[in-house]
Structures are given as structure tokens and as C-alpha cells.
């Protein structure tokens, strides 16, 4: 754990500084375990975006949390044989991406050219507790196991600077929660074997290989279901499906046939940027034209006569002499001067929520799109017959620029059509002039 990112979580208690919280309270902390009356902290909800531009929710728990969670990764890990499928390669000592894909050569090689891929939606936070709890009790028979086990897992968390207490789903970023997501599903690993034994699932994502196309199609509606109805979970449907191997993409490799030797080889698929956030996040700052983008969390304070951005990164210093607009992505501390420096700079602050949607702004009062202009505007569009009049302006006035267009042309060209047309848009200006609108809201 001490080559781990020092870090913390709701208690403030930072990971490297661990050691010493463990000898202060080491006595205490070993008497609540072994009775049962331990309870974790609340865990922070955090989304991060992947390298393929993908977000996804991790949980930051307290250092003494992830101490015992690793503990007790360790005590089960130790079993993990003998409870786990063969066949499930995901998370395990001994196995991983690299056999899933060797694996799928030897079935394609075998004859198997047609695959079924199930990807679960979702599938750490839509575990149904009920069936989970079920499911470990069958397992573990050391009730204090047990306990300690569902106390991390499912532990209350912070969304928003609300406590939520969570009804369905695992705690990610908890170094338990893969080994319990294995499990959840070890039935479902010895269902697929009785259908064939060329399978294999990694995590959420399970892939079986058959000779015949028809088999695959036939089996592939059957598995989603005993997915649903068993442990009640969704399928995502977009990354689900029946292919030939050769259109397959494993775990990020694809399965190539050699012309010349006619054997499988195993290539590395390349993956296009989904949006513009992968490149963005790995930098902290992005700078497109005069706006900038701040992705990471961190601290943003006016240092002499620049703005100053911070984090455990590193420190950036932001070029305000030409820029107009920061859009902030991440969590961001402002400190209280900086503001007035932003509206002597005339500087736009937009506040973005986790999916990239504008929450609020920070508007300048010298900006050329004041806070009062822009409060006058909102006040002109509550009223629904000022609102209709600036629409119908509007309209009128689109229609007069077209009909300019055509009378140019109508009078070098003398087009009998184009001068129907702009009749019509004579006609058509009129009838909205003297037509009374209703509004709808």
C-alpha cells in the first residue's frame, strides 16, 4: 500500500500517514474486528473519465478502510480456487486479459469461428443486495467474515454533499469489489459450462465460441435471459451481440488470420478518441482558442498578476492576457480575491456538471454581456407575449432576407419560378403580420 497514491478519504486521514494512525489505535480497531462491531467510513463518489473518453464512478474510502479491505482480499484470495470458475479470468492471481485472449485464439483455432459476447450494463452498481447476501452467506460460514465483508462493500456514501445510502451495487475502487463481482456470478460460470466449454468472462464481459452461426444466435437470447431473471441484471445491448471472430474485438486485441500461414495471430486494436475529454484529462488544461478548460480537481487562486492552477499534478499558470472564458470540469476551489480579478479581466468562469452540461456562470458586470443585460433578457422571455413578438420579428425578418435573395436573381434572370417564390414570401410575410399568436405555455 505505500507505493499506492497518498490520498484520503472522508476522514482526512491521508494513506501514507497510515502507519502511525494503526499503532495509535491499533488495539481498539483489532477489538471492533474481531467482535464484529467495526463500521467503515462513508466513501466519496468521484467519476473520472477513462482514456477512451469513457466516465465511469470510483468511491474514495478511508486509508484504514482500504487496510482492512486489503487484509481481507488477502484471507480470500487465499480460496479463490476452490470458490471461483475456472474459467472466470478476471481479477485473479494467475490469469487476466492476456489468457482471456489466448484462450480465444485456442477456440478459434479449434473450429469456433462464431462468437456470443454479453456485456452487463452497469454491472458493479446493479448487484441486487438481497441475491448478493444470498450468495455470500452460501460461501463464507465465518459470520464475522461475512460481516466485516458487507460492511466495506456496501458502505453509505457522499453524491453531491448528500449521504446516500446505497440499495443496490458494490463500492468500486474498493479493492474487494472485483472478487465479490466474481462471485456474484460464479452460478452463472457453471451455467455456461453445461452450454459449452469454450467461455470465458472477464468481469462483466462474457464471450462464448461455437462452430455454427446458428447455435450462436440460437443460445445468445437464452443466456441474456437467465441473466435477467436469475440475478436480475441488464444487458447492454450495444456492446452485445453474435460475430464471426474476425469482426470480434477481445479485451482491446483482435484475432487476425495470417494469408501465408494461415494461423491466428493476435493483434492490438486501436481505438478512436470518443471526444475531446481523453486529452484534456490526461493534462489537467486544455486551451482552444480563447477559452480554457480545466478537467482535474484542484485549487484555482490569483497569484501576482496570473491565475495559478494546482493539485497534486503540479502547478499551471493559466495566460489571462488571451483568454475570454475558463469552463471548469472538475471540483475547483476558488479563492475569494479571484473573482474581482476575473471581472477586472473581464474573464467568463462557466461551472459544467459531470456530464459536460453548463450548471451556472460567473459573468462579469464590465463584460460586454453584462449580469443586468442578461437578467433584462430572462425577464423579456417570462413574458409569453413580448417572447411571441420577438419570435414573430424574428421570423418576418429571416423571410425578408430571403425574399431580398430571390429579387436579385429575379431581376437579372427573369424566372417566372423564382418569381412565384418570392410572391409566396410576399404573401406569407403578410399573413404572419396579421395573424395573433397564442402561446402554447
Known amino acids: 500500500m505505500k507505493a499506492k497514491v497518498n490520498s484520503c478519504g472522508d476522514d482526512g486521514q491521508m494513506l501514507h500517514d497510515l502507519p502511525q494512525c494503526w499503532e495509535a489505535n491499533k488495539g481498539l480497531l483489532s477489538k471492533q474486528i ?95 443486495h438481497a441475491l448478493l447476501k444470498e450468495i455470500l452467506l452460501n460461501v463464507f460460514q465465518d459470520e464475522r467474515i461475512f460481516k466485516l465483508l458487507w460492511s466495506l462493500i456496501t458502505s453509505s456514501i457522499v453524491r453531491d454533499c448528500q449521504i446516500i445510502i446505497k440499495r443496490k451495487g458494490v463500492i468500486t475502487g474498493n479493492s474487494l469489489s472485483p472478487i465479490v ?36 444466435r440460437v443460445v445468445f437470447p437464452v443466456i441474456c435471459e437467465y441473466l435477467s431473471d ?36 493476435i493483434q ?40 495559478l492552477f494546482e493539485n497534486e499534478s ?52 464590465s463584460y460586454y454581456r453584462s449580469g443586468k443585460t442578461m437578467l433584462k433578457q430572462a425577464e423579456t422571455y417570462l413574458n409569453n407575449e413580448k417572447r411571441l413578438k420577438i419570435a414573430k420579428s424574428i421570423a418576418i425578418a429571416a423571410l425578408h432576407n430571403m425574399r431580398s435573395n430571390l429579387r436579385y436573381y429575379v431581376k437579372r434572370k427573369q424566372n417566372s419560378m423564382l418569381a412565384q417564390s418570392v410572391q409566396k414570401i410576399t404573401d406569407h410575410i403578410v399573413n404572419i403580420n396579421q395573424r395573433r399568436f397564442r402561446a402554447l405555455c
Not at 468481469?203 to 455454427?212: H, Q
Not at 495566460?319 to 476551489?333: A, F, R, S
Open 314 to 365: 503540479g502547478k499551471r499558470y493559466l495566460p489571462v492576457e488571451v483568454i475570454d472564458t475558463i469552463n471548469i470540469y472538475g471540483n475547483v476551489i476558488f479563492t475569494a480575491e479571484l473573482f474581482l480579478y476575473f471581472s477586472a479581466r473581464k474573464i467568463k468562469v462557466n461551472i459544467m456538471d459531470k456530464y459536460g452540461n453548463l450548471v451556472g456562470s460567473f459573468t462579469p458586470l
Open 181 to 216: 463481482g466474481n462471485i456474484f456470478l460464479r452460478e452463472f460460470d457453471y451455467y455456461l459450462e453445461k452450454i459449452t466449454d469454450a467461455f470465458w468472462r472477464y468481469g462483466d464481459n462474457t464471450v462464448l465460441f461455437f462452430k455454427e452461426e446458428k447455435e450462436a
Open 230 to 265: 436469475q440475478f436480475r441484471l441488464k444487458i447492454n445491448e450495444r456492446k452485445s451481440s453474435v460475430r464471426h471472430f474476425s469482426r470480434h474485438v477481445f479485451l482491446g486485441y483482435k484475432l487476425i488470420r495470417d494469408r501465408e500461414s494461415e494461423q491466428i495471430i
Open 34 to 128: 474481531s467482535t464484529g462491531n467495526y463500521a467503515p467510513g462513508i466513501a466519496i463518489e468521484r467519476e473520472i473519465v477513462s482514456g477512451r473518453g469513457k466516465r465511469r464512478k470510483i468511491y474514495m474510502i478511508n486509508s484504514i478502510d482500504r487496510l482492512f479491505s486489503r487484509a481481507l482480499l488477502q484471507v480470500l484470495q487465499r480460496d479463490e480456487d476452490k470458490v471461483l470458475h475456472g474459467h472466470c479470468l478476471a481479477y485473479r492471481q494467475g490469469a487476466g486479459l492476456k489468457t482471456a485472449v489466448q484462450k480465444s485464439r485456442e477456440y478459434v483455432e479449434a473450429g469456433n469461428h462464431f462468437t456470443v459476447e454479453v456485456d452487463i450494463k452497469d454491472y458493479f452498481d446493479s448487484i441486487n
Open 268 to 307: 492490438k486494436s486501436s481505438h478512436r478518441r470518443q471526444d475531446i475529454h481523453h486529452n484534456w484529462y490526461s493534462s489537467a488544461i486544455e486551451k482552444i482558442g480563447n477559452e480554457i478548460h480545466i478537467v482535474q480537481d484542484g485549487v484555482l487562486s490569483k497569484r501576482d498578476a496570473t491565475i
